[in-house]
T-cell receptor
Framework: DTGVSQNPRHKITKRGQNVTFRCDPI?????LYWYRQTLGQGPEFLTY????????KSRLLSDRFSAERPKGSFSTLEIQRTEQGDSAMYLC??????????FGSGTRLTVV | KQEVTQIPAALSVPEGENLVLNCSFTDSAIYNLQWFRQDPGKGLTSLLLIQSSQREQTSGRLNASLDKSSGRSTLYIAASQPGDSATYLC????????FGTGTSLTVIP
């Protein structure tokens, strides 16, 4: 297992466009998390899945954001009508039964 | 809501020094506390995980302690090296992790 994989590593998009990120967790992990991190800040929770069920969403996750985890495997995070304030590092993590997190390398989004 | 504070925000030390990073949290009802390292522009690398029933964990030159009742954790780095330069993040969890803003460490050769 190569750990948590995120794609793409970098994404530059024009304001108003839609973007989608993918996260492939560690295969035996049943929990998957999305976080957002801006410069100089710690990661902020966006949402998490246990298997295919989305159990919690942060208020940071506006209606332009949607996350899915079909079949409890990989997950996608889509941002519609991107804004400059969406520019950040988007981090995915997975875990098993409330044990430690393993993070991916993140997707850096720049909205121009 | 859980709040996590890390002190100091930045630290610069000469190579070879021992150092302590501090983390405090407001809600002691946690499952785990985890220390991470983050290099600029990169993801998070797990350093140490302390489960709520544990008091400390050690890995190489790193030692982390947890005092749930007082809402504090420390990360001790022995014999610091320039390669230790990074941002160190503390996170506490129940269903999700809450992160501090990190301590930016610079070890000067």
């Amino acid at each position: 297992d190569t750990g948590v994989s995120q794609n793409p590593r970098h994404k530059i998009t024009k304001r108003g466009q839609n973007v989608t990120f993918r996260c492939d967790p560690i295969s035996e992990h049943n929990r998957l998390y999305w976080y957002r991190q801006t410069l100089g800040q710690g990661p902020e929770f966006l949402t998490y899945f246990q298997n295919e069920a989305q159990l919690e969403k942060s208020r940071l996750l506006s209606d332009r954001f949607s996350a899915e985890r079909p079949k409890g495997s990989f997950s996608t995070l889509e941002i519609q009508r991107t804004e400059q304030g969406d520019s950040a590092m988007y981090l995915c993590a997975s875990s098993s039964d409330r044990k430690g997190y393993t993070f991916g390398s993140g997707t850096r989004l720049t909205v121009v | 809501k859980q709040e996590v504070t890390q002190i100091p925000a930045a630290l610069s030390v000469p190579e070879g020094e021992n150092l302590v990073l501090n983390c405090s949290f407001t809600d002691s009802a946690i499952y785990n506390l985890q220390w991470f390292r983050q290099d600029p522009g990169k993801g998070l690398t797990s350093l140490l995980l302390i489960q709520s029933s544990q008091r400390e964990q050690t890995s190489g030159r790193l030692n982390a302690s947890l005092d749930k009742s007082s809402g504090r954790s420390t990360l001790y780095i022995a014999a610091s090296q320039p390669g230790d330069s990074a941002t160190y993040l503390c996170a506490v969890s129940r269903n999700q992790f809450y992160f501090g803003t990190g301590t930016s460490l610079t070890v000067i050769p």
